[in-house]
């Protein structure tokens, strides 16, 4: 695995950076090293002063799945920790991914930007999946729910080779693999996706093609539009 991370942007209130595939976002229990966290309170001591949603979570203002390549943010101060995590509780702050899917449903009649909105529910083994849940489901699905409605837009479906695709998308306010599994549910299973995907034929892949493409959010102290966007 590449345990490197590339700095995208960096002044003296944030950090952006590009973390590889394989590498946790953050550690699970205290001296963990091999996070992204870790490597980027090298480069931004600073960082380490911050209180985050977590203890152990300090200045990183979200995460992405361990599998997944992509972009991450962190603050270097508490005021811009604080704005921005409240930016992302009033969904002003909006994250973009890239998925290589293979095609279950046809998916030519959907209107771009598409939206996909539902509940969710843990589902599977000891909950390690998530399931969406609409008003239309059971009983029992909405009782397990989350109370709150989550949304991936759908903003772009580019045909690749037969029966595959490359899927851009965003949120706002997110939840554990929301995105892998809206795409699931609605027949777009993100290649070599072992949780929401292994099950279809030709679904193939020695990784998972998912990506943590783009980040827009207003910067804590100018206030000013930013977006970062990397190419895969």
């Not at 027949?187 to 949780?195: F, I, K, Q, S, T």
Request: charged content about 25%.
């Amino acid at each position: 695995m590449n345990k490197e991370i590339s700095v995208i942007f960096e002044d003296e209130s944030i950090i952006v950076i590009d973390k590889p595939a394989g590498m946790p976002s953050a550690p699970l229990k205290k001296d963990e090293e091999d996070t992204a966290l870790f490597l980027v309170e090298q480069i931004c001591p600073q960082v380490s002063k911050v209180v985050g949603k977590k203890n152990i979570e300090k200045g990183l203002l979200h995460r992405i799945d361990t599998q997944t390549r992509g972009l991450l943010l962190f603050a270097k101060t508490q005021q811009a920790f604080d704005f921005l995590e409240n930016e992302q509780k009033e969904n002003r702050f909006r994250k973009e991914y890239t998925a290589y899917c293979v095609t279950k449903e046809p998916y030519n009649s959907l209107i771009l930007p598409y939206n996909v909105t539902t509940f969710f529910r843990p589902f599977g083994p000891k909950g390690k999946m998530v399931a969406p849940v609409t008003n239309a489901s059971g009983t029992a699905a909405l009782k397990k729910a989350d109370k709150k409605l989550y949304t991936t837009t759908i903003l772009n479906i580019d045909p690749l080779k037969e029966k595959t695709v490359k899927v851009n998308c965003s949120i706002t306010m997110g939840y554990r693999h929301q995105v892998r599994s809206h795409l699931s549910w609605i027949g777009l299973p993100v290649l070599g996706d072992e949780l929401y995907g292994c099950d279809t034929e030709g679904n193939l892949s020695d990784s998972m093609q998912f990506f943590a493409t783009g980040l827009e959010f207003s910067h804590p102290v100018t206030k000013e539009k930013k977006y970062f966007k990397i190419e895969i």
